[in-house]
């Protein structure tokens, strides 16, 4: 099963409102990492924050870490249509720190 | 520069077929490489990841294998292509364990 799962699976919403997902894991981690993929692309890396930070910004871009629950959130402020894609998080384990795991993936429409 | 390299950006194989996929990297040297596959509308999932030269850790049993006969270059191979090996397949590189990835743009694979 994936190291990160990613609530909820989709999410669509109107331009100018907050986009809030979820991200739970299940093994001690260094660091949680969140992505952007737009249709057919790559992905694109968005924020690191290590298992010693609980809150970190970029941006229009909140996450936050809860290493006792095992979980992270990524919210998006102010959403624009160009923030429709889909989001994953990533950790890289603290047993492994080679490897890097992805979730499911959080599909967000960005309504105009 | 972290400019990766993936080739080619489609490829439609028959069933039984050899595979070779190409990615190669710029900037610092001895990067840790991934090769990750994306069913349609799914998460990544880790395939092969190395940390150097000849080393190669495989996170999935299956007729894949990959191979890094350069610092700077990673392959992904199969002898014999099934359909269920139809996927988008991403490379991606990390400077060290726990820091960022960055992504290609993917190949995406149909086996017919």
């Known amino acids: 099963s994936q190291q990160g799962e990613e609530d909820p699976q989709a999410l669509s919403i109107q331009e100018g409102e907050n986009a809030t997902m979820n991200c739970s894991y299940k093994t001690s981690i260094n660091n949680l990492q969140w992505y952007r993929q737009n249709s057919g692309r790559g992905l694109v890396h968005l924020i690191l924050?290590?298992?010693?930070?609980r809150e970190k910004h970029s941006g229009r871009l909140r996450v936050t870490l809860d290493t006792s629950k095992k979980s992270s959130s990524l919210l998006i402020t102010a959403s624009r249509a160009a923030d429709t894609a889909s989001y994953f998080c990533a950790t890289a384990l603290e047993a492994a720190g080679n490897k890097l795991t992805f979730g499911g993936g959080t599909r967000v429409l960005v309504k105009p | 520069s972290q400019t990766i390299h993936q080739w080619p950006a489609t490829l439609v194989q028959p069933v039984g077929s050899p595979l070779s996929l190409e990615c190669t990297v710029e900037?610092?040297?001895?990067?840790?490489l991934y090769w990750y596959r994306q069913a349609a509308g799914r998460g990544l999932q880790l395939l092969f990841y190395?940390?150097?030269?000849?080393?190669i850790s495989s996170e999935v049993p299956q007729n894949l294998s990959a191979s890094r006969p350069q610092d700077r270059q990673f392959i992904l191979s199969s002898k014999k292509l099934l359909l269920s090996d139809s996927g988008f397949y991403l490379c991606?590189?990390?400077?060290?364990?726990?820091?960022?990835?960055?992504f290609g743009q993917g190949t995406r694979l149909t086996v017919v």
């Open positions: 924050i290590r298992s010693n930070e």
């Open positions: 900037g610092t040297s001895n990067p840790n």
């Open positions: 991606a590189r990390r400077w060290q364990q726990n820091t960022e990835a960055f």
């Open positions: 190395s940390v150097g030269i000849g080393q």
